[in-house]
């Protein structure tokens, strides 16, 4: 791969996210968590939204939760939304149910968290999504982004530790304000919004009684789990479709590099490819099809859906099939095959003309997720061994650091997750330690090689899905559901029932 | 009593931490932490103690774990001191007992927690003992105390959760720098140590596989314990000695004010107390005799001790016996009898001529304590109802901001505690969650009004003693210590051994 090259294109340009790994560690870049996905049939307008499913509220809310210098008594407003439709009420003790926000906009995570919505009825519960700090409308400095983002000394207040202490804060005071200090709390969350569902319970037993904990990668840390094991999961998932689709997807790398390094290439990958712009470096070619590919793996869905674009049922399926469409005929159609397959990620609707491969638009506000990437959430992924459909690589903890010194003149603290939460000997440590806690995860989805696949104890369970994706449990239920993700739903529903009956059984015992 | 003039008088003058509280809910000191106390035969001197019971060492401790601004990657030199003589070492996987350091110099507390030096051969144990930020030689901010202690831009780093991550980060880089990350690490602790013990095991299940915490009173926040309660315990132990004792003690404030108010009376009060400063205003006399029952009452030990003073056993005992001596013949001499009283607690050893009632020497380096108070311990203590030994009066908040917002330009964050580590329904939140904690008290101590008395599971216990004053369980045995404490200490290693029993066997049948 043109390594150099793409270096220095990508690391002086504007750049989402997406490439930032790629361009330190020249493999593939470092997906955002693919936090949650749109229904078809939510697809509200903010208004509407808001009409339908929840209310908009704010909270006042201190800036630091572990200093005690006059900058840290500074508020900011940060954002819940509450939907009380089907709520019991304080008399009855009846539950709270609390998303614990990922990094992005709520309002998003909100409309895409069906289960809780769907299930509210059955157990009488108050809904609440709380924004995660410096996310969405939720930014500290008077709501300021352009302060708030500027450089770390603003930005220093964006941490994992904060956004729990924040929730822990946010719900003691709302059960006050409601009377309802009796009414027990079970926390939610996917994603990164699941790992801090497992911490909350974790570290706030005396706030949550349980937390469904949907495909957070919380052993997804430098030294508990392999850099490896994500691209596995991705390899793994297209080479089940078809084996020829596997190799015509490893081969692609290089077939990209040749056709850009010969005489007419350039213009032949910008044709087969769409790109807007003539001159689209092969690095930058390479990227885009890698987010497809990554992407449609963690939402390789049983129904159609949209993340960041809408897609069909089962997209990885529907690649391979792209590849492996006989009816493109002879080999020199590969690059055409390769576009077939993208554009079901990027062009599933048809409306697209051409593609902008550098394109960072940020609609659902996931970009400071890049400073929480460069601080303490040090998730080594990307690397590639020989079998990867991605070319061959290392992930490089050094490349990584290399990068956040030059973006935010930040040295990533590697071991803070581990030491704070824990990670190392997961079920040895909480196997006589904590409980009510449930870790979903579907084996599609790359990121359950972070998660947690086994039961730690009793009440710590894993529910895994052979055919899962991400926190597809979450979503908002469809006709078209296979039967074992009704069962699963059915499974998380008995269990956190049983927390809130044990619950109200203490509760009478003791009083 | 005469209020406005206390009030004035000690504001606007230099006062030591035991007579802020005094000052401002007009009612009894706030007693610092009786931390520990020195063994009769370990009066060591400094060169001394380390060569026999620890080596000093310092460790790269970062400034802020929970922001990520410039300012918070500052480093400071944090000691702890360490005794390798009983060490099983890493490949036995030996047991590492590690002291959560309280409010002041670690030395102190470690040449006064005998416990942990006379049970380590039994267990191999490796002895860690680390100094609380803020305390000691533990000064960030280049080791400066006058930069560290000068305002809240820099004391405001000075909190128990910066204290708890402190502790886990030194713990598991000691452990990798040893190889020893298989060896299970036991916390201990007592006093707000105690509390911190406590504490880091609920958080940090991952580093430590247990706790002994004692006389830790973690319940001792505002709405969850009584302000009345710590003064009730103080009123109960004398009054459990002698009615009279109790009477007389009760009386004294009156006649102490009376005779004020005559004629001559100043100088009899001086005459009857020795005061150095013949001006002594009757706030500061009843402020001293308040300390000396407050200390009295907590180190209300079987044997001779020596906390801030030497003490005879059983101090309260001994203080009633003063009071109810009889050769003091007729009621006049009701003065020199609460003096003989006092001399217990302020001249056991006979070598003062006299008294300086506003003394704030610090030798312990406890002073910072007082920030504590006002931002994140605000332990409602000292509210008196019309039994107690104390004038009749409330606890308030109130009081304690205004001083805190005097003192240091700060407002206190008065239910941060119990939002961060919990404290309501104690038993309801933690019999199905955490495991592995002894909580120590005894209930002659005052502070175990806000401790934990009953088992919450059967991993979660408390250990009460009926006789018992603050942490002596945690002190050097002596020849003369009563069959009760043998027991308790036997109790406790009884249990500490099962959870280094049964971590081997985990970690035997999970590898």
Chains 1, 2 share one sequence.
């Not at 270096?7 to 949650?36: A, G, Y």
């Not at 940060?78 to 709520?87: A, C, E, G, M, V």
């Not at 080479?239 to 997807?249: F, I, M, T």
């Not at 077939?340 to 940020?362: E, H, M, Q, R, W």
């Amino acid at each position: 791969m043109a390594i150099g090259i793409q270096f220095s294109i990508t690391l002086f340009s504007l750049f989402s996210m997406l490439h930032f790994t790629f361009t330190f560690s020249h493999t593939i870049p470092l997906p955002r968590f693919p936090s949650s996905l749109v229904h078809p049939e939510l697809q509200l307008s903010s208004d509407s939204a808001e009409k339908n499913l929840y209310k908009t509220k704010f909270f006042t809310q201190i800036l630091d939760h572990f200093n005690y210098n006059p900058q840290s008594y500074q508020t900011f407003q940060q954002r819940y939304l509450i939907n009380d439709t089907y709520w019991g009420g304080f008399k009855k003790k009846a539950p709270i149910f609390v998303y614990t926000g990922n990094e992005g906009d709520i309002e998003w995570f909100t409309q895409n968290t069906g289960f809780m919505f769907e299930k509210a009825p059955h157990f009488k519960a108050l809904l609440v999504f709380i924004e995660h700090r410096f996310y969405g409308k939720s930014i500290p400095f008077g709501g300021n982004k352009k302060i708030a983002y500027a450089n770390s000394s603003t930005l220093g207040y964006l941490s994992s530790t904060q956004a729990l202490a924040d929730y822990a804060t946010l719900i003691i005071d709302l059960k006050k304000n409601l009377s309802a200090s009796h009414s027990p709390v079970v926390v939610f969350g996917g994603s990164y919004g699941g790992m801090l569902a497992a911490w909350f319970r974790l570290k706030y037993p005396h706030v949550a009684i349980g937390a469904l904990a949907s495909s957070a990668p919380i052993l997804h840390f430098m030294g508990v789990t392999s850099p490896y094991v994500f691209n596995n999961i991705i390899t793994q998932d297209f080479r089940s479709v078809s084996e020829n689709c596997y190799k015509v997807l490893k081969g692609s790398w290089k077939l990209i590099e040749d056709t850009s390094d010969k005489k007419g290439g350039p213009e032949l990958l910008q044709k087969s490819f769409r790109t807007c712009e003539s001159d689209s470096d092969p690095g930058s070619l390479e990227g885009w099809l890698q987010t497809a590919w990554i992407y449609a793996a963690m939402t390789d869905y049983p129904t159609p859906s949209n993340f960041l674009n809408p897609m069909p049922a089962y997209p990885v399926r529907e690649m391979c099939k792209a590849i492996d469409n006989s009816s493109r005929g002879n080999n020199n159609n590969t690059l055409e095959k390769l576009y077939d397959a993208a554009n079901i990620y990027y062009n599933f609707t048809g409306t697209v003309k051409c593609f902008d491969l550098n394109d960072d638009s940020d609609p659902h506000g996931l970009q400071e997720w890049q400073w929480q990437a460069c601080t303490e959430m040090i998730m080594p992924l990307g690397g590639n061994n020989e079998e990867s459909i991605f070319p061959e690589s290392k992930w490089s903890y050094d490349d990584r650091s290399s990068y956040c010194q030059y973006a935010y003149n930040v040295t990533p603290r590697p071991h803070w997750i581990t030491t704070e939460f824990g990670g190392h000997d997961i079920k040895k440590v909480l196997r006589r330690f904590a409980s009510n806690i449930i870790f979903f995860n579907g084996l599609r989805d790359p990121w359950s090689g972070g998660g947690v696949l086994e039961n730690i104890s009793k009440t710590i369970v894993a529910i895994v899905a052979k055919e899962g994706a991400h926190h597809v449990d979450l979503r908002f239920s469809n006709k078209e559901d296979p039967k074992w993700l009704k069962d699963i739903r059915k499974k998380e529903v008995k269990i956190i029932a049983r927390w809130i009956k044990q619950y109200h059984e203490d509760l009478s015992f003791n009083n």
